[in-house]
């Protein structure tokens, strides 16, 4: 079997064997460790005889046979068990004891692999329900080949790749949460190494990578295949965070298999990179991720907002995005993680979805770390990749290019590149992904980057102009006022004027007393404004020395909140009427015309303001104590990068003769149609 779509499918069709047994959402449970482990299995093969004899000279010994175990396997793990696949089928009856023995036999850090596995219970209900032996044949039988001398490490990582895919489709999973299109992970390479391609052709050259939500490895291998094809000297190293715990044993098992020293298997870790980032304070030269889209931080939430209130000595100074959508808490963590200007520098590639473009309003979250990003002038570039891309969503993605070494043309400036048109259709739909990006459209878009050049498929901005600020309009209070039946039924409804007959008191012959106080102060107040003329009052100067003086007379005397409530109730909005006005003589503003001006950052509010605003509503001004709490500026600076407007391009209507001959033509067909049936 060489066909790589005919392994997987061999893989894929275990599953007939645990149909009845094992739920749908189950099988990946059994299919992806045993994978895995013949896969290692295959691997240890030819120095497993190596690997016993040494172990068996040395023990007791040496104190750590490690050293010479790694060397007689030529991997940095090992098995010293006597089993192998083939050993443990001939003993069918003590297949599960057996099975366990030659787990146990992993060197440890192979063991703290495939324990993320759940092994021991794997393995349980297989021997329950009768079905280990025949799996285990299954997956040593010489169909699919496992054997690195048949199966490369690469075809064998994308094997993982595509096993893992079909399973999180199979199990509708997040979009995009585990596994990204390879030709996506290749642009995304591209793009962080394109611009230091004589750098890294330097002799003695050093460079990491890091990938905080590496799923199988497939971004972090690629990314070091792009540097060694510049040059294979280079010394790479690899690190990642994944808290799958079965992506993460296959990214570590496979790169276990991939290196003598193990020293990339070393470095990725598990657990949760927003809550629990265990790679310590280390800064990279190149860091790429597929952070999940539209999933909740509601489990990272108390270790991410004590975080947060570090301000920019933690990881997510620059605000916090709304809790049910993480991806720019992982692009503020890899910005964190960048190494030093002085140090070289670091790049970064990520995709997203639209969302971190746009969502939030001016001193949200998510425009605040907008801010941060354009106002340290860190984004080089934002490129639209087609739809119906990824396996498991159809929506718009996006690849950011974040930088803080930026070439000297690119200071200041943001390249916007529209790329949605760019591929071509798949012969078969694999999920949501009907369309691929070729290599000849990766180099497209490469040389689009790479020349930065306005034109049909590229803008480019200065990053100020993403921002703007949006200041609070105001326009004046006009009330009229009478006092009419309706109106006063009003008065009874106001929370200001019922609370005269409420009464805070424990004792409840002491409460009726007060309460029935309240209520015949109440009967009082609307006997007193009952006294005034019934006429319409447009001016509230007028109007309330005139209510003042009713309820005076009556002996009444009220509180504010009863005044005001008995202006509310008397009161309704009139654009003829007079503007109201506070002690000082300054308008009161109306809390419901009230709106705001999203004002570009390249402009002066104020003249902003006497362009667009004044011509429309003459007495309209600007609420001044409105300030933006960074510069204490009027209004509140916010930052959105509307990428579709940017690429508009407007369409006529068509001609009315010609949509008119259209419906003509239907109207034929209708008729001919009904004549056909009514024959």
């Not at 146990?104 to 495939?114: A, P, T």
């Not at 190293?237 to 290196?259: I, N, R, W």
């Amino acid at each position: 079997m060489n066909n790589f779509g005919e392994k997987v499918n061999f893989l894929w069709s275990i599953a007939e064997l645990l149909r009845d047994r094992f739920k749908r959402g189950k099988y990946q449970d059994v299919i992806l460790p045993f994978t895995v482990l013949r896969r290692i299995d295959c691997v240890l093969a030819p120095t497993k005889e190596r690997v016993l004899t040494t172990h068996a000279k040395l023990k007791g010994k040496l104190e750590n046979l490690d050293p010479q175990l790694r060397k007689a396997a030529g991997f940095a793990f090992y098995n010293t068990s006597r089993y192998d696949f083939e050993k443990l089928l001939d003993d069918p009856p003590n297949l599960a004891a057996n099975l366990r023995t030659y787990l146990n036999g992993f060197s440890e850090n192979m063991r703290e692999v495939l324990d993320k596995f759940d092994f021991p219970n794997t393995i349980a209900k297989l021997d329950e329900h009768g079905l280990l032996f025949l799996v285990m044949e299954r997956f040593a039988s010489n169909v699919v080949d496992l054997h690195p001398d048949r199966v490369s490490n690469h075809e064998m990582g994308t094997i993982f790749e595509e096993l893992v895919r079909r399973f999180n489709e199979a199990l509708d999973e997040n979009p995009g949460e585990h596994f990204t299109p390879r030709e996506v992970v290749r642009l995304m390479a591209t793009l962080l190494v394109s611009v230091d391609r004589e750098v890294i052709k330097q002799k003695a050259i050093v460079r990491t990578v890091c990938d905080p939500c590496c799923g199988t490895g497939g971004m972090l291998t690629t990314a070091k295949e792009q540097i060694l094809a510049l040059n294979p000297n280079a010394e790479v190293h690899m690190f990642g965070h994944e808290s799958q715990p079965e992506t993460f044993a296959v990214c570590k098992a496979d790169l276990y298999m991939k290196s003598v020293d193990g020293r990339d298997a070393d470095n990725i870790r598990f657990g949760s990179t927003l809550s629990d980032w265990q790679l310590g304070p280390r800064r990279y030269d190149y860091q790429c991720a597929n952070p999940p889209y539209g999933k909740d931080w509601k489990l990272d939430q108390a270790a991410v907002e004590a975080e947060a209130e570090r301000g920019h000595a933690g990881r997510f100074g620059a605000g916090l995005p709304r809790i049910s959508d993480g991806q720019l808490l992982f692009l503020q963590h890899m910005l964190s993680r960048m190494k030093e200007p002085a140090d070289g520098g670091g790049r970064v590639a990520i995709v997203m979805n639209g969302a971190p473009l746009f969502t939030g309003d001016a001193g949200s979250g998510e425009s605040e770390i907008r801010r941060w990003i354009l106002e340290n002038d860190w984004l080089e570039a934002i490129i639209a990749l087609p739809e119906q891309l990824f396996y498991n969503t159809g929506i718009s993605t996006y690849v950011w290019v974040l930088s803080n070494r930026k070439e000297k043309r690119r200071r200041n400036k943001v390249q916007l590149i529209d790329a949605s048109g760019f591929w071509t259709p798949m012969r078969k739909s694999l999920g949501n992904k009907r369309r691929e990006i070729g290599d000849n459209q990766i180099r497209q878009i490469v040389d689009l980057y790479s020349r930065f050049e306005a034109g049909e498929h590229c803008r480019i901005f200065d990053s100020i102009e993403f921002g703007y600020r949006k200041i609070t309009v105001e326009r004046p209070l006009r009330l009229n006022f009478q006092v009419t039946p309706e109106r006063l039924a009003r008065l009874e409804q106001e929370s200001g004027f019922q609370n005269l007959a409420v009464s805070k008191k424990k004792e409840a012959k002491a409460k009726a007393a007060e309460e029935a106080e309240g209520r015949k102060l109440q009967a009082a107040i609307l006997k007193a404004l009952g006294t005034l003329p019934n006429r319409l009052w447009k001016d509230r100067a007028e109007f309330g020395p005139l209510m003042d003086d009713a309820l005076k007379r009556a002996g009444l005397k009220v509180g504010a909140p009863v005044r005001k409530a008995i202006l509310t109730a008397l009161s309704e909005r009139d654009e003829t009427a007079e503007i109201c006005r506070d002690d000082d003589g300054q308008p009161e503003p109306d809390p419901e015309l009230r709106d705001t001006e999203n004002v570009p950052l390249t402009q002066d509010i104020h003249e902003h303001f006497d362009r667009e605003v004044k011509p429309h509503v003459p007495d309209a001004w600007i609420n001044t104590t409105v300030r933006d709490p960074q510069d204490n500026e009027v209004g509140k600076v916010g930052y959105e990068i509307n990428f579709n407007r940017y690429f508009y391009q407007y369409q006529p209507p068509r001609p009315l003769a010609a949509i008119e001959a259209d419906i003509k033509t239907l109207e034929s067909e209708i008729v001919a149609m009904l004549k056909a049936i009514t024959r």
